[in-house]
């Protein structure tokens, strides 16, 4: 089973994917939204090259469990997406801390946020796509 997982943003999507085994995730690209055209398209392309199965899409919440605008935005993208993926299985992912946690980790590589920014959405992706693998790892282990 290989495994896509996306970071959305209004900026910024950050792509992480798994190895065959879909046991590791990997930070994979990250999309500027405006220069994207059709970003749903995009990225089934990718989930067609790559021979995705699964796709894990961050769903923001708020720190007390609620969805805001942002959860709702990455629910209609992740409709789009089974639209222009058909077969393949659209999964949401709490995401919450994601962002802050991937800054962290960046940061105690000796990245600042400048430095950070062109990577910071890939690893969020990672970590959600990562967080997923482990929760199945786990079910069937």
């Given at each position: 089973m290989k495994a896509l997982g996306i970071d959305t943003g209004a900026a910024r999507v950050g792509l992480a994917l798994s190895d065959d085994?879909?046991?590791l995730a990997h930070p994979l690209e990250t999309i500027t939204v405006k220069s994207a055209g059709n970003l749903a398209a995009y990225i089934a392309s990718i989930i067609k090259r790559e021979k995705v199965s699964?796709?894990?899409?961050?769903l923001p919440r708020n720190m007390d469990g609620s969805h805001g605008p942002a959860a709702a935005k990455s629910r209609e993208f992740g409709e789009k997406l089974r639209a222009a993926a058909p077969?393949?299985?659209i999964i949401f992912w709490d995401e919450r801390m994601t962002s802050v946690a991937a800054q962290k980790a960046l940061h105690e590589r000796g990245l600042n946020?400048?430095?950070?920014r062109p990577i910071i959405d890939q690893v969020a992706a990672q970590m959600i796509l990562q967080g997923y693998l482990d929760s199945q790892a786990m079910r069937t282990g």
């Open positions: 085994l879909g046991m699964v796709v894990v899409i961050g077969g393949c299985e946020v400048k430095k950070s």
